[in-house]
Nanobody, 125 residues
Framework: VQLQASGGGLVQAGGSLRLSCAAS????????MGWFRQAPGKEREFVAA????????YYRHSVKGRFAISRDNAKNTVYLQMNSLKPEDTAVYYC???????????????????WGQGTQVTVSS
């Protein structure tokens, strides 16, 4: 299984970026796909997740209304559209895939089996 994250960069506060996570190596219809981030000196934190087959989405409170997670079945790719970016969104963003994750555990990184390499997002003030 491979997850290839891309789309990070430097953007001014208020700007937008779209992250992509290209998944390969198996069929992901039974998986939950997640985005996590880690800022310097901080622990990795949950950002958003999507149930691949049903399309249900989940967000951390601080990004709700600004970020949107989606997936493209034909391209086997998950996206994270990030709008109204803030300096506190600065972090390395990781995509992840997990199987059999119950709802109460969807925000827990340890439940995800596969991880991409991370892409840097820097938001300047």
């Amino acid at each position: 299984v491979q997850l290839q994250a891309s789309g990070g960069g430097l953007v001014q506060a208020g700007g937008s970026l779209r992250l992509s996570c290209a998944a390969s190596g198996r069929t992901f219809s039974s998986y939950t796909m997640g985005w996590f981030r880690q800022a310097p000196g901080k622990e990795r934190e949950f950002v958003a997740a999507i149930r691949w087959s049903a399309g249900f989405t989940y967000y951390r409170h601080s990004v709700k209304g600004r970020f949107a997670i989606s997936r493209d079945n034909a391209k086997n790719t998950v996206y994270l559209q990030m709008n109204s970016l803030k300096p506190e969104d600065t972090a390395v963003y990781y995509c992840a895939a997990g199987l059999g994750i119950i709802l109460s555990q969807i925000r827990v990184a340890e439940n995800y089996n596969y991880w991409g390499q991370g892409t840097q997002v820097t938001v300047s003030s």
